[in-house]
């Protein structure tokens, strides 16, 4: 283990034995020495970050490549990138989510700990280093060492990201029997919104102001010609990934932002930015004085393509509830609606859910049709995919119109213009990835998730009902990654094959 040279005030848990102390005592006397201090660094910073609860969640670690982290989508390249420079590319892609997973937690170590790190590894190396760049550094060697291991790279082939459901908590909830009553209510609650959604828009009742929120009027929209040539240049990679960046992604978000349009009756019912006061704090705050709209970018596979998903995501201060017997309401509540890019630069399919990974629908455009539900030998039961309305036509340059009710959030239709009635108000852009480390008052930093990924302080009473179908904190707001999409069956949110799995594509 590394120990820490001249930090008499470190906390405890940094302090190690001096019978360590030979360990960095001089700087790696060759390159193997170097690579096993590499990988103590790596424990240590990984110890560190766990005890001060810091953890950033929303890739998952590879077990013996701490330099290397994983979501789903990249973990779907693992059976075709076996040659380079596939295989180097997609490596170099894991080693850039663990990279911005690590500098996230870094900005939410307390300072202190930061400190104590940096003289630690310091010492190591006989001379000073700036953690991000020590991480960097390690990685880059460590990284070297595996490609030339044709073992190792078998390894790293067969990693994998943890389900998102836990088998134990089925069995022991007798799942293949309560499961029976939850996919009864869903088949209810999907007939209600069917029955929503088959209502003229001007008879949904609103119970008091409809505001709507706007895109801002900057950057410019893109017709389907510059979407598709933003999507053909950013691919231009082994993987062939579409990865637009700076001002061609900021107009891509642009170009499909939804306008929001909410029954609002009171504060609990407006878009905000979430934030913390303090360390101590039990619940985010929703700031209803800045509604923003976060971004996110994610990915599908269908047909062998690679194509391009925009995410926008709003929360609001809570969903009310309307007695003590209310299971559903609690704080903090929030919505998804995200948008696949056919590589022709139109939309081809919609989806919304809310943060919890619950209300999950789909509004495919025509071309689409609905696979039939397969039943799987692990889950008797699959929860049908809710398809409430197709997607509407939208004209060139031009987002949807998204009806939001007041409480209970529940999105009402979608359309592609909004109900005259009404003030409008814009909305401000923010990275989804700011989420992952905000601001503190007092100075310092913090994730709005905790190292599970859930939002802390937005428990629902429907845990106590909804355990035995396996979810982890069901009901409560959770991180890009840890989205459970189906209580009756196994769906997750990023699951790179969800829409080829769901839907059958005429063309």
Known sequence: MLVIAGCAGAPAQLQYAAASSAVIAAPPADAQARLRTCQQFFVELDRVVRRAKVTDSQAAPVPGFPYLRMDRFLQSFRDQTVAEPAFSAWVGRLQRLAEQGRQLELANLPADRVRALQ??????????????????????????????????????????????????????????????????????????????????????????????????????????????????????????????????????????????????????????????????????????????????????????????????????????????????????????????????????????????????????????????????????LQEAALVPQQAPALAPGSGPVLRIAHRTHYLQRVTITALDNGRSVAYRWADYDSLRSLPLAPGGRRSLFRADGIVPGTTRGERWFLWPMGIPHPGQMRQWGHHAIAFVGRRHFDDPYLLETTFQIDN
Request: hydrophobic residues 40%.
């Open 119 to 380: 003289a630690m590894f310091s010492a190591a190396l006989g001379e000073p280093r700036d953690l991000m760049e020590t991480v960097r550094d390690c990685a880059t060697q460590l990284h070297r060492r595996d490609l030339a291991d044709n073992a190792r790279r078998e390894r790293l082939r067969a990693a994998w990201v943890p389900s998102e459901y836990v088998t134990w908590k089925r069995g022991v909830g007798l799942y293949m029997f309560t499961s029976l009553p939850v996919n009864s209510v869903i088949k209810r609650w999907h007939e209600v919104t069917h029955a929503t959604f088959a209502q003229p828009i001007e008879s949904l009742a609103v119970h008091g102001e409809l505001l709507r929120y706007v895109p801002p009027r900057l950057p410019i929209p893109l017709d389907s010609d510059g979407v598709r040539d933003i999507l053909r240049r950013s691919a231009q990679n082994p993987l062939g990934i579409p990865e637009p960046a700076g001002v061609d992604r900021q107009r891509l978000f642009a170009t499909f932002a939804p306008t929001w349009q909410i029954d609002v009756v009171s504060d609990d019912d407006r878009l905000g930015a979430p934030g913390w006061s303090s360390v101590a704090d039990e619940t985010p705050t929703i700031d209803v004085r800045y509604p923003t709209v976060y971004r996110q970018l994610s990915h599908t596979r269908i047909a062998g393509k690679v194509l391009l998903q925009l995410n926008y995501v709003v929360w609001f201060p809570a969903r009310p509830r309307t007695s003590r017997w209310d299971y559903l309401g609690g704080y903090v509540d929030g919505i998804s609606w995200r948008v696949t890019l056919s590589p022709d630069g139109t939309p081809l399919v919609f989806e919304a859910m809310h943060n919890c990974g619950c209300y999950h629908m789909f509004f495919p455009t025509p071309g689409l049709r609905l696979r039939p539900v397969a039943n799987t030998p692990d889950d008797d």
